[in-house]
């Protein structure tokens, strides 16, 4: 059983700051690519920012570069998304998301619960 908690969303204004994590539990034995992403029309998820397992230069959604930083923690299993600079269009419900292997050969994606970020003018 393996389970994603989110915490740190929030109101705020616009310029201001906000950190989200997403803890994982449970049975695991290796995460992988991690990431966050968020609700757009027609109830589809957009990635906002992406880690792969493999290290190297995270990816972002155009709209947040520059103001958005994930960033991970492998040894407490936690992925941050430290969101600055934050503006209305920001407003959302923002989802982790973690590539876990529970098992042996066996692996697969595990979501957060969500949690809302509202910027106000």
């Known amino acids: 059983q393996v389970q994603l908690v989110e915490s740190g969303g929030g109101s705020v204004q616009a310029g201001g700051s906000l950190r989200l994590s997403c803890a994982a539990s449970g049975n695991i034995l290796n995460i992988n690519d991690v990431g966050w992403y968020r609700q757009i029309p027609g109830n589809q998820r957009e990635l906002v920012a992406l880690?792969?397992?493999?290290?190297?230069?995270?990816t972002y959604a155009n709209s947040v570069k520059g103001r958005f930083t994930i960033s991970r923690d492998n040894a407490k299993n936690i992925v941050y998304l430290q969101m600055n600079d934050l503006k209305v269009e920001d407003t959302n419900v923002y989802y982790c998301l973690m590539n876990i292997q529970y098992q042996i050969g066996e692996r697969r994606d595990f979501w957060g619960q969500g949690t809302q970020v509202t910027v106000t003018a």
């Open positions: 880690i792969i397992s493999g290290g190297g230069t995270p």
